[in-house]
C-alpha cells in the first residue's frame, strides 16, 4: 500500500469517505508533530460527543453530531500550525480567537509550540456539538 501524498503545509491527501477510518487514515498520515496534534483533537472529540459523526473531505477531517445533520469541527494541516474550524464559533463562548471572513465561523490554530488547551478545547467541542451542524 502507498502512502499518502502530502499536498501543501503536509496535509494528507486522503480519498473522501464516511466513518473512522479514513479520518484515522489521515492522522497516522499526518507528519511529524502535527500527527500528535490530530490524535488529541480526535481524542477530544470522542470522550466529548458520544457517537460523534466522522468524515473526510476535501483532504479534511469532520466531525458532526450524531443527531443531526452537518459539521460542528474539522481541521487542516499547513506548514506551522493545524487549523481547526467550528463552523458556528461565534456562537461559542468564549469565541475561539481566529477570525473568518465567513459568517459565523472561527479557527483556533495550534502550532507545535502551543500545545493544546485541553479543557478549553473540550468545552468549546461541546458546545460545537450541542449546535445546529453546517452542511457541506
Do not use: C, I, N
Given at each position: 500500500m502507498t502512502a499518502p501524498r502530502l499536498l501543501s503545509g503536509g496535509n494528507p491527501q486522503i480519498p473522501k469517505g464516511e466513518g473512522d477510518a479514513p479520518v484515522q487514515a489521515y492522522i497516522a498520515a499526518m507528519p511529524e508533530?502535527?500527527?500528535r496534534i490530530g490524535r488529541a483533537i480526535d481524542d477530544l472529540?470522542?470522550?466529548?460527543?458520544?457517537?460523534?459523526?466522522k468524515a473526510v473531505k476535501w483532504n479534511t477531517p469532520f466531525y458532526?453530531?450524531?443527531?443531526?445533520?452537518?459539521?460542528?469541527?474539522?481541521?487542516?494541516c499547513f506548514d506551522?500550525?493545524?487549523?481547526?474550524?467550528?463552523?458556528?464559533g461565534t456562537?461559542?463562548?468564549p469565541v475561539p480567537p481566529g477570525?473568518?471572513?465567513?459568517?459565523?465561523?472561527?479557527?483556533?490554530?495550534i502550532r507545535e509550540e502551543d500545545g493544546i488547551d485541553a479543557p478549553?478545547?473540550?468545552?468549546?467541542i461541546r458546545q460545537a456539538s450541542a449546535l445546529p451542524g453546517e452542511k457541506l
Open positions: 508533530w502535527k500527527q472529540v470522542m470522550g466529548s460527543v458520544p457517537g460523534v459523526r458532526g453530531a450524531p443527531d443531526r445533520e452537518g459539521w460542528f469541527l474539522a481541521f487542516h506551522r500550525y493545524v487549523k481547526l474550524t467550528f463552523f458556528r456562537s461559542l463562548d477570525p473568518s471572513k465567513q459568517q459565523g465561523v472561527r479557527y483556533l490554530d478549553r478545547l473540550a468545552a468549546w
